[in-house]
């Protein structure tokens, strides 16, 4: 390929091998852009192994400045393995990376080391100053901030997705796009939580800064996706370092995002997508449930149960994890809102929903018709709403009522870290029940939806077809 005159480009020639990723899994790659460079082009390319043994280079990239763990100067973007060329200019930056003005100085392109075989991984990176600007068929974006305001007030029920991905990581949609299925869905939100960056925050200022009305909450978030375990942040455009290599990593990085006001949110930790690091407990939310609901969730509804039995608390929240649209009849099997999050919020707004899901006001259903699964708390001192810690003394009885809605058919369960308690045939669509149960040796308690088949009463979560659940209520005896 010919090289113009405004243009100067570099080869790199790396081979990584297993000891350099026991090293580091984020190789930086120092590169010196000059004063007054219009646009960086990095293409890079890489053996990718044998079946059964590959390798996977993901790519990033770093401005001037600092780039040890949660000390990040300046975050230009990250692709993971889903872009082999990225351009990045003044005006106008490949999905996954922010624009801006190309400062002079040392930059650094950084290589996840996600896998790496045995026999090694040669590895290719082409640098491309532009030193004259071009016409770019990328589209321009702004950086304005984007905190979606609704006018609603007033405690209501709003349903969404916590976790999707648009074309800024590896998702196949535009935010536009997303926002059309969300829309066409019923959901009230959606979090756009992209693999390692906030870059689409640029779009969704962009495109639907007048178009995200009051319909549609759109919340700005990241998943940070480390080779140890994928967690999100919400409501926010700032990024966050995703590079968790150990415990105190996952520590440092959960006190970061307390630091700065955000909720910390474990995703999906199973035997598809592990979380390595369960010592570390200071998160605030679990995604109890991501995808469809045979994908191993039921571990992940143990762990929580787990964590409760010990008394530590943290909600449950659910996600589609969504990337691409099935087709045809597929479309509605698993799109977003597949399970959908109802939170009871205090505004349509992101800050409200985020709020709501820190107190705990959550349940979770199949999809965003439902059904509807209420769980409301009586004691002696007064009425409680899912979420919220009772504290009740020895031997007294609190008092629940359950309200589903479109779930006609199915079986309703009552559950403690004793088991399920109590059960209920779903008879109509509009169905309460109501029931007095005594707390005193038990940790927690929720409310469930399944599928009638086999012995639901008293299965565990492994062998259920779970359709709805809510977040728990956390039991206190006091004298």
């Known amino acids: 390929m010919a090289m113009s005159a405004d243009e100067r480009r570099v080869s790199y020639h790396v081979t990584f091998d297993s000891e350099t990723k026991s090293k580091n899994d984020y190789f930086l790659l120092p590169v010196v852009l000059p004063e007054g460079a219009a646009a960086l082009r990095i293409r890079y390319e890489y053996d990718e192994g044998k079946a059964g043994d590959p390798n996977v280079i993901d790519l990033g990239l770093l401005d001037p400045g600092d780039a040890e763990f949660l000390k990040v100067s300046s975050f230009r973007g990250w692709s993971g393995s889903n872009k082999k060329e990225v351009r990045i200019s003044s005006d106008a930056a490949t999905p996954g990376y922010y ?71 590896d998702g196949s949609l535009s935010i536009a796009g997303l926002a059309q299925e969300a829309r066409r869905r019923g959901l009230d939100f959606i979090a756009v939580t992209d693999h390692n960056t ?52 996952a520590r440092a990085a959960m006190e970061e995002a307390h630091r700065r006001k955000l909720l910390f949110s474990i995703n999906h930790p199973n035997d ?78 992101p800050g409200s929903i985020i709020d709501g899901i820190k107190a705990g006001r959550t349940f979770i259903s199949r999809g965003p018709k439902g059904p509807i699964l209420l769980l409301i708390a009586r004691t002696d001192e007064g009425e409680y709403q899912v979420g919220s810690d009772i504290k009740i003394k020895a031997r007294n009885e609190v008092t629940f009522q359950v309200e589903v809605r479109e779930g006609k058919g199915l079986g309703l369960r009552l559950v403690t870290n004793s088991g399920c308690v109590s059960a209920a045939d779903v008879d109509s669509s509009d169905f309460s029940y109501v029931f007095r149960q005594g707390l005193d040796n038990d940790q927690f308690i929720r409310g469930e939806l399944v599928e009638r088949e086999g012995d639901w009463k008293s299965a565990s979560a492994q062998d259920l077809e779970m359709v709805a659940l809510t977040d728990n209520f956390h039991i206190g005896v006091r004298p």
């Open 198 to 249: 906030t870059s689409q925050c640029q779009e969704i200022s962009a495109e639907l800064g007048s178009a995200a009305t009051p319909e549609l909450i759109i919340i700005p978030g990241e998943e940070l996706t480390s080779y140890h375990g994928h967690a999100n942040i919400w409501n926010t455009t700032e990024w966050l370092d995703f590079r968790i290599r150990s415990e105190d990593d």
């Open 99 to 169: 624009a801006g003005v190309l400062e002079g100085g040392k930059w650094n392109i950084m290589l996840g080391l996600y896998k790496i075989s045995k026999e090694g991984c040669p590895c290719t990176i082409e640098v491309t100053i532009e030193k004259e600007p071009k016409e770019s068929p990328l589209r321009a974006t702004s950086s304005e901030r984007i905190f979606k305001q609704g006018a609603g007030r007033g405690l209501q029920w709003l349903r969404g997705d916590l976790h999707a991905h648009s074309h800024h990581s």
């Open 272 to 349: 598809l997508f592990p979380w390595e690091y369960k010592g570390a407990t200071e998160f605030d939310c679990i995604e109890v449930w991501s995808g469809l609901w045979f994908r191993m969730n039921f571990q992940s509804v143990n762990w929580w149960d787990e964590l409760a039995g010990k008394g530590i608390r943290k909600v449950a929240v659910g996600g589609s994890d969504f990337h691409s649209l099935e087709e045809g009849t597929a479309r509605d099997f698993f799109n977003v809102g597949t399970p959908t999050t109802w939170v009871l919020s205090e505004g349509k707004s």
